[in-house]
Nanobody, 121 residues
Framework: QVQLVESGGGLVQAGGSLRLSCAAS????????MGWYRQAPGKQRELVAL???????AYVDSVKGRFTISRDNAKNTVYLQMNSLKPDDTAVYYC???????????????WGQGTQVTVSS
């Protein structure tokens, strides 16, 4: 079984910073993409940032220049550094990973439990 455990959410004032972490554990052979999605109340879940195993990255336009995604492949961990936060960034942030399981022998998509980020104006 594979688990993604997130940490780092919270309440911050506009202009502040937060760092999210997500560690994958369990029966893992390899990890392809890791990233972060978010879902605000009444809105669809959207991709925020994605990092491939060879460290290529992609961001939604609204966070470019403010958010930075990084990975530590040795620790099966992905991070999201969020700077210059805005009230529009308020959402539940979900970690995502595409993992090749040691026991399943196939790629599957996994999600974290979600962590709340609230940015006050």
């Amino acid at each position: 079984q594979v688990q993604l455990v997130e940490s780092g959410g919270g309440l911050v004032q506009a202009g502040g910073s937060l760092r999210l972490s997500c560690a994958a554990s369990g029966s893992i052979f390899s990890i392809n993409s890791m990233g972060w999605y978010r879902q605000a109340p009444g809105k669809q879940r959207e991709l925020v940032a994605l990092a491939t195993s060879d460290f290529n990255t992609a961001y939604v336009d609204s966070v470019k220049g403010r958010f930075t995604i990084s990975r530590d492949n040795a620790k099966n961990t992905v991070y999201l550094q969020m700077n210059s936060l805005k009230p529009d960034d308020t959402a539940v942030y979900y970690c995502y990973a595409q993992i090749f399981g040691s026991s399943t022998r196939r790629y599957e998509n996994y999600w974290g439990q979600g962590t709340q980020v609230t940015v006050s104006s």
